[in-house]
């Protein structure tokens, strides 16, 4: 436990910054937590390190060495950030430095500086393992070196970055599904639906954030299902094969519908996936109570929207992209409409 705040940057998917920001906020330890730029939130904490490091939304989380100047020079980028961050002096405070020593580099860049990123990564490489006199820098490596430079400023942080395995089986980042459980809230007795749940990893961080009277999950191929329920086997959720379009539930029986919609390969076409995501809206109108909400992604975002535009039963309260990596989709938090007598 460390008795003074330090300075951390949390990296997150662009889009989730609201919700994480209050996350964070109210966490035991938390003394103050802003929107450094867009998928960073500056956070100053005194708590043990493993909390922030068990945070599921974090793809990283970096104590924050210093700030430099950026510039559209690379060679002016270089001497600014090596004359005012302190490598070594920072690296030997806390725990963030691995017993090997080795560190892994992950880079984020503004494509707006006009800088060839391959070029920016070379020239920090070369000047950290010079300044650091480490081995050459480890993919292997427990810990990384951040650096982000913008067209204003930059920042430097060192601590520890998530590694994205390759999204199979319509899995999506588990930042991001965190994320949505994040936006879905935790309300005990809330009955919660994930009628496209695939490998049930939505569902599996709805179940992390806190209990909930029931969760109810399924898909049409029972392969899939047998693998959610292997995710979720410690928690109890009731996963079955069924046909979305058409599910076995009883109406006004959901407080939250919180998916990840297929896209791409999954959903076929665009046609089919406006034919889903049709059956999807009309089901969640019947299923959600008076006061329930949906949480939905959607990777064909562009036909979500306009279906939502033309179903006056919805108010859609959120909407904005969510991307990280190579991933892209969109968020969707939407409401049924009251109706006055």
């Given at each position: 436990m460390s008795g003074e705040d330090e300075v951390y940057v949390l990296l997150i998917p662009h889009g989730?910054?609201?919700?994480?920001?209050?996350?964070?906020?109210?966490?035991?330890?938390?003394?103050?937590?802003?929107?450094?730029?867009?998928?960073?939130?500056?956070?100053?904490?005194?708590?043990?390190?493993?909390?922030?490091?068990?945070?599921?939304?974090?793809?990283?989380?970096?104590?924050?060495?210093?700030?430099?100047?950026?510039?559209?020079?690379?060679?002016?980028?270089?001497?600014?950030?090596?004359?005012?961050v302190d490598f070594r002096g920072c690296l030997k405070r806390g725990d963030a430095e691995p017993p090997d020593g080795r560190f892994s580099l992950s880079l984020s860049l503004d494509p707006a500086l006009g800088i060839p990123y391959r070029d920016f990564r070379s020239e920090v490489a070369f000047a950290l393992q010079a300044t650091l006199r480490t081995e050459p820098f480890s993919e292997e490596a427990d810990a990384s070196i951040h650096v982000a430079a913008g067209p204003e400023a930059g920042w430097v942080g060192v601590g520890w970055s998530e590694r994205h395995p390759a999204e199979k089986g319509g899995m999506i980042p588990a930042s991001v599904a965190a994320g949505l459980a994040l936006w879905a809230g935790a309300r005990p007795d809330d009955r919660v639906l994930d009628p496209f749940c695939g490998p049930g990893e939505v569902l599996r961080e709805r179940a992390l954030t806190?209990?909930?009277?029931?969760?109810?999950?399924?898909?049409?191929?029972?392969?899939?299902?047998?693998?959610a329920q292997a995710r979720l086997r410690e928690f109890p959720a009731r996963l079955c094969r069924w046909d979305p379009r058409r599910l076995p539930l009883k109406a006004r029986s959901i407080d939250t519908v919180l998916s990840s919609l297929p896209s791409g390969p999954q959903a076929g076409s665009r046609q089919i996936a406006r034919s889903l995501y049709q059956s999807l809206l009309r089901e969640t109108l019947r299923l959600l109570r008076p006061t329930g909400r949906a949480v939905l992604l959607a990777g064909e975002g562009e036909v979500l929207a306009g279906l939502l535009a033309r179903q006056p039963e919805f108010a859609v309260e959120v909407q904005r992209p969510v991307r990280t990596g190579h991933f892209r989709a969109e968020l969707f938090v939407i409401r049924p409409v009251l109706k006055l007598l």
């Open positions: 989730l910054e609201e919700v994480v920001l209050r996350h964070v906020a109210a966490m035991p330890g938390a003394s103050e937590a802003d929107l450094l730029t867009d998928g960073a939130v500056e956070l100053r904490y005194a708590g043990p390190l493993t909390r922030l490091r068990d945070l599921r939304v974090a793809e990283g989380v970096f104590r924050l060495l210093g700030a430099f100047l950026s510039s559209r020079n690379l060679d002016e980028m270089m001497r600014n950030l090596f004359s005012q806190g209990p909930a009277a029931a969760l109810l999950g399924g898909d049409v191929d029972p392969k899939i299902v047998r693998s």
